[in-house]
């Protein structure tokens, strides 16, 4: 075969079929029916008595062609693939290395053996994406290592390290590369020891019905609202009463009616979406990164601790200033306690925590940052703060070096500004916790040069942050979202709707909490002090609602002081309303002559969530956010919008943006000239476009 992205060779008398299908082995149409064409070669040649599985480049198959899964599926389905491997007459061995997921691993589990090199990873994320596992993993995986431990490896999507693999029993050793020479040496090894094929399907599954309730109680609360991780548990649940050709027709059944749902189409949009945000659409393709080998944080608060710790888990070198030896201490102390616990609640161990605080040293003079490639400033959130550090860093740093400002919603260009060389200066926009939120706003400024994008958006995947670049507005792309959200969330209290009901119909929504009681969590005094700084009140807003700004003024700023919008028995949970909070919100709507009245939940969501839809959809029309997708990547990894709805804007499409053009100007009728609907909408409405069609 030349012009397969499969090829069969043989080695002494093993047949090795190799495929060769960038970038990752997707088992795409032209892999499957080169498998099969290849395995008719190998079981035809008659010295090849075993046969090994291997892929060429960086990885074993990575699953499924996800691409292809809007399209109608085409024979040989995989599932087809995996079951002539399993009965073939000769020994069949996986040769894994890189990541074997989803239908990878099933390949490697239609295999009789499997070997991995020690970087190889294995696993089954197809329930990120919507979907169960739907060429065997739920019917084999539990006949190799027993029901909870295949719910285990199914429902969390977790990956396994090959070690872990192999103590596990999903692979039989771990080898030494190169990796086809070790497996071919392997199968010689089963040929001469007289062993054959070894099928999975003939295995019985371990486990009782026990294991299935224990892990539908145990995921009931983390996948609240999705649909996927059940299903699969119905798949594995099967796999205990059923011969595996019964339980792989149901599995099919469950695989397709999940990749079906609004849900599954939602994950696996947002799955190309999150790659798709770090490609910048007027970057040269040829713009050259800057190296990034050590790093500098000024400011040791909680923000600059957090980007530090980044950096040292990210395994680069990170030096924080402080302005005086006593801060530079203390911040490094509350960073060897951050570690400190995470080693104790296990999630670290002692040596690897040693070895990130190892990597950050604490510093009071700039000159300790001067060879730093990239320097994050992270002080007070107070544009002349920000820009003195700024140009004493020019006056310290080799021009090439990036200057990064952490600024939640100061105007980046002002800060490039304070550089002679502003070319040099962007925004590095974490989200608190820093060292625990993926999503990174990269905010390009008027002046940031196409070397710094370059730099930074590949920095930021190394950071293991999902970054999304922002122009320059106030609030950027998700607080500037946020902030609308907000405002009707106090407009319907003003209306007549409490925080607990308000609250309550956004997390049924889906998201982990209500805008009140998030607000409670990060401190209402956060955006009273932005709106002082900024001078934001009821100039600008007709309808301000002052209640938080009332609390504020009391020392009521939440979790923190025991009290804000709700009352806290230790700190943390709520054990009712803050009266004082409907007092003032009646008082309000008293002087501004509103009626107060009962409000349903379907309206509290739809004020809400079309707020932000609708600002978005500014975001777009200004040349803030360069796509619908990247506004959605924002909200799914900053603001915990449901993965299973997509994003704002996909749900807008879901919506329909004719019926939802009307009902904006439904509410702008309704609520004032706020509500227009954003002219975007409007074009795309009218030509009966999706905002998908921008997504490019
Ligand atoms: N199908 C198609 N394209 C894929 C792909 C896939 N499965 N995985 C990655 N790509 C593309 C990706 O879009 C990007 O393209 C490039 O490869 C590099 O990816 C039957 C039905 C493998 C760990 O869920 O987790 O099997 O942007 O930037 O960071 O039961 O990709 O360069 O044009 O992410 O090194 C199950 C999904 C599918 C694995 C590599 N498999 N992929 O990470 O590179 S469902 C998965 C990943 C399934 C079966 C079911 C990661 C990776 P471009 P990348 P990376």
Not at 79 to 88: A, F, H, M, N, S
Not at 633 to 661: C, E, S
Not at 679 to 696: E, F, G, I, M, Y
Request: hydrophobic share 45%; proline share 5%; net charge negative.
């Amino acid at each position: 075969m030349t012009d397969s992205v499969v090829s069969y060779r043989r080695d002494g008398n093993v047949g090795v079929i190799t495929t060769n299908n960038p970038p990752v082995n997707a088992l795409s149409h032209a892999v499957r029916a080169g498998i099969l064409a290849a395995l008719d070669d190998a079981e035809a040649d008659g010295a090849a008595e075993a046969i090994v599985i291997a892929c060429e480049r960086r990885t074993f198959h990575a699953g499924a062609d996800i691409s292809e899964f809007g399209k109608p599926p085409q024979h040989p389905f995989l599932g087809e693939v995996i079951d002539r491997l399993e009965k073939c007459p000769k020994p069949v061995v996986a040769a894994l290395h890189g990541t074997a997921l989803g239908g990878g691993l099933e390949i490697a589990l239609g295999c009789h053996y499997r070997v991995a090199v020690p970087s190889a990873q294995v696993g089954l994320p197809e329930v990120s994406l919507g979907i169960i596992p739907g060429a065997g993993g739920t019917q084999r995986l539990p006949r190799l290592i027993g029901v909870a431990a295949a719910l285990d490896v199914i429902i969390g999507g977790k990956r396994l390290t090959a070690a872990a693999a192999c103590d596990l029993g999903v692979i039989d050793a771990v080898v030494d590369a190169p990796l086809t020479d070790a497996a071919i040496a392997y199968a010689t090894d089963l040929v001469a020891a007289g062993k054959g094929p070894r099928p999975i399907g003939a295995q019985t599954v371990s486990g009782n019905e026990a294991d299935i309730e224990e892990a539908r109680k145990r995921h009931a609360r983390r996948y609240r609202g999705f649909n996927a991780p059940f299903r699969a548990i119905d798949a594995v649940e099967a796999s205990l009463r059923t011969p595996l050709d019964k339980g792989l027709v149901l599995e099919r059944e469950l695989f397709e009616a999940c990749n079906a749902t609004v849900e599954a189409r939602a994950l696996q949009y947002a799955f190309f979406a999150q790659r798709q945000a770090a490609k910048i659409k007027d970057l040269p393709k040829e713009t050259e990164p800057r190296a990034v080998d050590h790093a500098g944080v000024i400011g040791g608060g909680t923000m600059g601790r957090g980007i530090a710790m980044v950096f040292a888990d990210a395994g680069l070198p990170v030096t924080l200033l402080e302005i005086s030896t006593e801060a530079r201490d203390a911040t490094l102390d509350a960073i060897a306690k951050s570690y400190d616990g995470m080693v104790s609640r296990g999630r670290l161990s002692r040596d690897v925590a040693d070895e990130r605080l190892s990597r950050i040293s604490g510093a009071t003079d700039y000159a300790d940052l001067a060879n730093a490639d990239l320097v994050v400033e992270a002080v007070f959130e107070e544009m002349d703060i920000k820009k003195d550090v700024i140009a004493k860093l020019d006056a310290t740093l080799g021009t090439d070096t990036l200057i990064a400002t952490n600024t939640s919603y100061l105007d980046v260009n002002a800060l490039a500004s304070a550089s002679t060389h502003p070319e040099r200066v962007l925004g590095m926009h974490f989200f608190s916790p820093a060292n625990v939120m993926k999503l990174l706003e990269v905010v390009r400024a008027d002046t940031t040069s196409h070397t710094a994008l370059a730099t930074v958006m590949p920095l930021a995947k190394k950071l293991g942050k999902i970054p999304v670049v922002s122009g320059v507005c106030h609030g950027f792309i998700g607080n500037r979202m946020l902030q609308v959200y907000q405002r009707e969330a106090n407009r319907l209290l003003q209306e007549g709707a409490t925080i607990t009901q308000i609250d309550k119909a956004i997390y049924d929504f889906g998201l982990p909490m209500g805008p009140f009681a998030v607000r409670d969590l990060a401190g209402i005094d956060v955006g009273w002090r932005m709106r002082k700084a900024f001078g934001i009140g009821r100039a600008q807003d007709a309808r301000y609602s002052a209640v938080p700004d009332l609390l504020c003024e009391r020392d009521q700023f939440g979790q923190k002081t025991g009290i804000g919008f709700y009352v806290y028995e230790d700190g943390r949970k709520a054990t009712g309303e803050n009266p004082l909070v409907a007092e003032l919100a009646a008082a309000e709507a008293k002087e501004l002559g509103i009626a107060q009245r009962n409000i349903d939940d379907g309206e509290v969501v739809e004020r809400c969530i079309y707020a932000m839809i609708n600002e978005g959809a500014n975001l777009l029309d200004e040349g803030i956010a360069q796509r619908p997708s990247d506004i959605d990547i924002v909200w799914l990894n900053g603001y915990g919008f449901p993965a299973y709805r997509g994003g704002p804007m996909f749900y807008a499409d879901t919506i329909g943006l004719d019926p939802l053009v009307k009902h904006l100007h439904g509410l702008a009728e309704a609520h004032g000239s706020e509500w227009t609907p954003a002219p975007l909408l409007a074009r795309l409405a009218s030509d009966d476009h999706p905002l998908t069609s921008l997504n490019r």
